[in-house]
């Protein structure tokens, strides 16, 4: 038998063995030589721009731009590169945005992320890179029991504005069983659990807990739910405070609604209707604090994006003040992750569009919280609505009144914790 | 191509990929070739059903997440590893079985909409029982495994490990698939009245396409779940399902090669390509179109039709594949 | 009692929401066979053009009726544009026209986000319907009253234009035999088109109507194309009365199993569904199987 040609054939396994190989050689990429001062200052952002988070994640981004167009792109005295990532407003984007981030932009720092969830997500992943993160994101936790040494957050833990809130209910508006109602998610959990803990020390009770999911296209069926109460507590994010407060006045309910920072964020009062008149909020950013550096903000926003802002907006501009000052107390290096984060955590700042803050040990911010009523009066910037401040609590911590030791013996808030009790 | 040539096609590829983490610089992209690898399996496991089996399903993201929840819920219970890939594999199992006995009673259209209606249940549960599962703040996995004291923590270690798993289903199926019940299945997929009068349980043989194609998905599943080491609702998502069934589609179905091709098209689209276009669902959504319009066979065959056409002048269509099947109607 | 009252007339509400969205999906899956996997997009299309017509495009500002007509009429063109493109190309492969209604909702949904964001949009309610009636201690908005008159309103138009007029049989027709309709001479190809531009013109009018309800936002296609399927399943495919009686039940478990029974709340929306498909695939009302 003759022997058989050797025929070159080309097929499909060849082929795909053959673009591996040169795939793989493609991709490869030789690491760049570091140098330090001349390199741009590469700022990472985990913002959510999709989803009902969204309304808040646009801002946090143009709070951010807001700083860099006024330093004209400038922080510690290098030039900024800004990478502004979509997370989507879930845990699963918002992880490999993060890797993303990290391991293709390589960034210096992060800003973000927006939602507790998002930040639970990616706890680890941030440890273990060492990547300083400024979170906007509340997620209680990681500044308490489960400390990341990376984290540094000028903006709030979820419960911090509920602590002050609840005690205003109960002192000064008197009013003691309240219903809570608020998204099915780890922000929601501890702001209620905050709500509640404070509440039950100035004597009032919680009837019940509602947690509606975070895309919840009408909110009827936990409405009509509610009853048999003097108040109620309702801590939306995003843009769906907008359809639950419709949403309540659609029921004809009357009892006065109070909420945390996302609630009544003063960003919405341009979409707000009629039926927010009265509602009292405690935030950590209020649009009528009359400071230098709330003004300089405001007046950049206007110009460069022609946005009212809110809280989102301005937490990320005091997020980039913070950032600056270490950077400019580390000389520009922020090579060496733990130097840079002591010099983060030793931030202490008076003028900022949020009043006066500094951190504490765990990197939490302690600052000032404004408790506000929303009405006509006084109204700016062609609003019909607005935030009037009625009171302010100085040098509030994370742990509202109670000692360290004690808060950090009890668990971190939850759906469960505190536990309903008779009301 | 003989076997002495197909051999060897095999094994420079599995050379070049065990390779590629020293070739490429950055962890980066060995990530993306970790997530391509672990999707191809789960891809491959979906074509078992839609190419060899003729049975299209938009539920196996359920299968697969059911894994994957199973292993985060028993690692953050404190048990081990071994337990917990063990126990995802049985519940997959014993899901896909449940899927099997409901779907399996009609084909065609009515069969997409019966495993879509399963996903979606099982979407729904992961997505409201929070007790169970934490709803939308989904389940974070402490740490990767560290099999023989390699830690699995490390990027490249883990894309081995993967790459072995890949290699291990890629070669199962091609035997599945290469077997008298692989033939028997494609029997039923093209002429399921014959086979019946042959004398061949229609039904069982595909139930036992479907319980592969579920240990495939499941598997796929767990190393998710390690290479994210986190879970939420949206991996089970009518989403999920759909990008496989983009996956398998435009790679190929009915080939071995189809899924993995698809996979890793649908992985670069949506990680690498989203750095500069910003809308790569539209992307996604618009080579899915072209290719179900113009080259349905999918990407695999097609560009080998393409190939030899350019070798040798025109070249059909192969009628025995499911996609291309359809036109002759 | 007030509870009870409220969920009843929320579930009737969007019960005759989701009649307006899942008429016109039965109507296609019992002439054409096909699960129309657009159709989601098809409502979120029709939210998101109305929003624009409201906030006034091309220098006028739309009545909100007027705008929702003109978009119904916007996506029906789109429905047709889409069936004679792409789907007339593949006459006859059942199974690659519903990947390609996949492929083009995954299209969709990303044009939206880029021409409206990702932020969700309100519609405001239509004035004049702003406001209350009051049934002891029961508040019900007028709005939501009106949908429920609006879903009766086009069920009878549908009904009629079906048994009374010419285009009707021939519709009813091609449901039933397909073949034979083409034997007697019905041009059936046209059919598809007119009637995919039907449903997706539906779709995209209880896209707005819902809006001041369920506002739109990135997404909602993918909440809503569930809920039509599950309806029309249940109803029965091609079958009118079908989808008004599967919409009313789907509106009932949705907003009781919300309220009720919160963790199983989308479990008992799609077990039914399946029960269905595999007890009896015809659906309560369906004539033919699938």
């Known amino acids: 038998m003759p022997a058989k040609p050797k025929t070159r054939k080309v097929n499909r396994r060849t082929v795909l063995a053959g673009s591996v190989a040169g795939a793989a050689v493609a991709l490869t990429r030789f690491p760049a030589p570091a140098v330090a001062q001349a390199e741009p200052f590469r700022l990472g952002l985990l913002t959510v721009k999709t989803g009902p988070l969204a309304q808040g994640g646009i801002q946090m981004e143009q709070g951010v731009l807001t700083y860099l167009k006024e330093t004209n792109y400038m922080i510690g005295g290098r030039k900024v590169d800004l990478f502004s990532a979509d997370t989507g407003g879930n845990p699963a984007g918002t992880k490999t945005k993060a890797q993303e981030l990290v391991e293709r932009d390589k960034v210096d720092v992060i800003l973000g992320p927006l939602a507790a969830f998002e930040l639970y997500a990616i706890n680890d992943y941030i440890r273990e890179q060492k990547m300083p993160t400024l979170s906007l994101a509340a997620a209680d936790d990681l500044t308490q029991r489960k400390p990341n040494p990376y984290l540094l957050r000028a903006s709030a833990t979820s419960s911090q504005a509920m602590h002050p809130m609840a005690h205003y209910t109960a002192t000064e508006l008197k009013l003691k069983r309240i219903f809570c109602i608020v998204e099915d998610f780890a922000f929601g959990y501890e702001q209620m659990g905050g709500f509640q803990a404070s509440l039950q020390k100035e004597g009032g009770c919680v009837v019940n807990k509602l947690w509606p999911p975070l895309v919840t296209p009408d909110y ?33 309910l009357q009892y006065p609604v109070v909420t945390g920072e996302t609630g009544g964020d003063d960003a919405l009062l341009k979409s707000f209707g009629e039926e927010a008149i009265g509602l009292v909020s405690c935030i950590p950013y209020t649009l009528d604090l009359e400071v230098d550096a709330n003004q300089r903000f405001i007046n950049g ?55 006066p803050l500094k951190f504490d040990h765990f990197g939490n911010v302690v600052g000032t919280f404004y408790i506000r009523r929303i009405g006509t009066e006084g109204a700016k910037y062609g609003l019909k609505l607005w935030n009037k401040t009625i009171k302010t609590y100085e040098n509030v911590s994370q742990f509202w009144i109670w000692p360290e030791q004690e808060y950090l013996a009890h668990p971190v808030y939850s759906r469960d914790y505190p536990p309903l009790t008779k009301c | 191509m003989s076997i002495h040539g197909r051999s060897i096609a095999a ?217 994210n080491q986190f879970i939420s609702p949206q991996a089970l998502a009518l989403t999920a399902s759909a990008e496989g069934l983009l996956m398998v589609i435009s790679g190929g179905a009915g080939t071995l090669l189809g899924p993995v091709v698809g996979a890793a098209l649908v992985v670069i689209v949506k990680n690498v390509v989203s750095a500069y276009v910003e809308r790569w669902n539209f992307m996604l959504g618009a080579i899915f179109v072209a290719i179900v319009v113009f080259m349905p066979e999918g990407l695999v065959p097609g560009m080998v039709r393409l190939t030899r056409s350019i070798w040798r002048g025109k070249a059909k269509a192969d009628p025995t594949l499911p996609m291309a099947a359809g036109r002759r109607q | 009692m007030t509870f009870w009252l409220l969920l009843t007339v929320n579930s009737v509400t969007f019960g005759g929401l989701l009649f307006l969205l899942s008429a016109g999906f039965s109507l296609i899956f019992g002439l054409m066979r096909i699960p129309n996997l657009t159709h989601g997009s098809m409502f979120m299309l029709g939210a998101y053009f109305g929003t624009t017509l409201l906030s006034g495009a091309l220098g006028i500002r739309f009545g909100f009726w007027v705008a929702a007509i003109v978009c119904a009429l916007q996506i029906a063109v789109l429905g047709a544009l889409m069936e004679r493109l792409l789907l007339r190309r593949l006459a006859g492969q059942q199974l690659a026209q519903v990947l390609v209604t996949l492929g083009v909702s995954f299209m969709v949904a990303d044009l939206c986000l880029m021409g ?20 002891g201690a029961a508040v019900f908005p007028l709005y939501r009253l009106a949908v429920i008159a609006i879903a009766v309103i086009f069920a009878l138009a549908l009904w009629l234009m079906l048994e009374r007029t010419r285009l009707g049989a021939m519709i009813r027709a091609g449901v039933d035999d397909p073949q034979m309709a083409r034997v007697v001479g019905i041009r059936v190809s046209q059919l598809f088109t007119i009637v995919f531009a039907l449903g997706a013109g539906l779709a995209g009018f209880a896209g707005l109507i819902g809006g001041p309800i369920l506002s739109v936002y990135p997404g909602i296609d993918q909440d809503m194309l569930p809920l039509a399927l599950v309806v029309v399943i249940l109803g029965g495919t091609g079958s009118l009365l079908g989808s008004f009686v599967g919409s009313i039940l789907i509106g009932f478990i949705y907003n009781f199993g919300q309220a009720l029974l919160p963790e199983l709340a989308y479990f008992i929306l799609f077990l039914p569904m399946v029960l269905v498909l595999v007890l009896r695939p015809q659906g309560l009302f369906g004539g033919q199987i699938l």
């Open chain 1, 220 to 252: 009827t069926p936990y409405v009509a739910q509610i009853s048999d109460c003097d108040g109620v507590c309702q801590g939306f994010a995003g843009s769906n405070p907008l359809r639950f407060m419709k949403a309540y006045a659609n029921a004809g």
């Open chain 1, 301 to 355: 926003m206007l110009k460069n994006f022609d946005t009212i802002p809110g809280q989102y907006a301005g937490l990320l501009y005091v997020n980039c003040q913070v950032v600056d000052a270490a950077l400019k107390a580390t000389g520009g290096d922020a090579r060496d992750k733990d130097k840079f984060m002591t010099a983060l955590r030793a931030v202490s700042l008076t003028d900022t569009p949020r009043g």
């Open chain 2, 11 to 227: 094994l420079i590829a599995v050379v070049a990929l065990a390779a590629l983490p020293y070739a490429i610089g950055e962890v980066y992209y060995v990530n993306i070739a970790s997530q391509i690898l672990l999707y191809a399996i789960f891809a491959l496991g979906l074509n078992i059903l839609v190419g060899y089996a003729g049975l299209v399903s938009l539920g196996h993201a359920g299968l697969f997440g059911i894994a994957a929840y199973v292993v985060a819920y028993l690692l953050v219970a404190g048990h081990g590893h071994v337990l917990a890939i063990a126990a995802a594999l049985v519940a997959s199992l014993a899901a896909t079985a449940g899927f099997a006995a409901l779907s399996l009673r009609s084909t065609g259209i009515t069969f997409i909409m019966i495993t879509l209606a399963l996903g979606e249940i099982i979407w729904g549960l992961a997505y409201r029982w929070i007790s169970l599962t934490n709803g939308d703040n989904g389940i974070t996995v402490p740490a990767r495994p560290a099999p023989f004291g390699i830690a699995l923590g490390n990027a490249r270690a883990f894309y081995l490990a993967t790459l072995i798993v890949f290699i291990v289903a890629i070669v199962a199926s091609g035997i599945f698939v290469r077997s008298p019940f692989g033939a028997a299945l494609r029997g039923t997929r093209d002429q399921p009245r014959r086979m019946n009068a042959l004398g061949y349980h229609v039904w069982m043989i595909r139930f036992w396409a479907f319980m592969f194609s579920g240990l495939l998905s499941a598997i796929a599943g767990v190393l998710f779940v390690y290479y």
């Open chain 3, 116 to 135: 409206w964001g990702g932020d969700p949009i309100s519609v405001a309610t239509p004035p004049g319907l702003n406001g209350f009636i009051r049934f």
